[in-house]
């Protein structure tokens, strides 16, 4: 079963997260990661509005797991870290 990476973002510091976007962008492409949505127009229906929303699709649960945890993520992760306030969650697909 595929697996989907949501994230929804508020970046407070654009210098710092662009590296972060640089190197996880590199960490999801080396765990077979493909963006299916990127930071574009979206309609907040219920819950907390993020002005940037992003979704990539992974092989499965567990390798989008293991690309969060991989050494090349976590170091980007570290560029985030007091640059945005953000929720991630990776969602099994019925695919």
């Known amino acids: 079963m595929g697996a989907l990476w949501i994230a929804h973002v508020t970046v407070t510091d654009?210098?710092?997260?662009?590296?972060?976007?640089?190197?996880?962008?590199?960490?999801?492409?080396?765990?077979?990661?493909?963006f299916i949505a990127?930071?574009?127009?979206?309609?907040?229906?219920?819950?907390?509005?993020?002005?940037?929303n992003v979704v990539a699709r992974f092989p499965d649960v567990e390798?989008?797991?293991?690309?969060?945890h991989s050494d090349a993520?976590?170091?980007a992760l570290e560029h985030a870290k007091g640059a945005s306030e953000r929720e991630l969650m990776i969602v099994e697909t019925s695919e």
């Open 63 to 68: 390798t989008a797991e293991k690309c969060y």
């Open 14 to 34: 654009e210098e710092a997260y662009k590296k972060y976007a640089a190197g996880a962008t590199v960490a999801i492409a080396e765990h077979g990661g493909e």
């Open 38 to 52: 990127r930071g574009g127009r979206f309609v907040q229906l219920e819950g907390r509005e993020r002005p940037r």
């Open 73 to 75: 993520y976590q170091a």
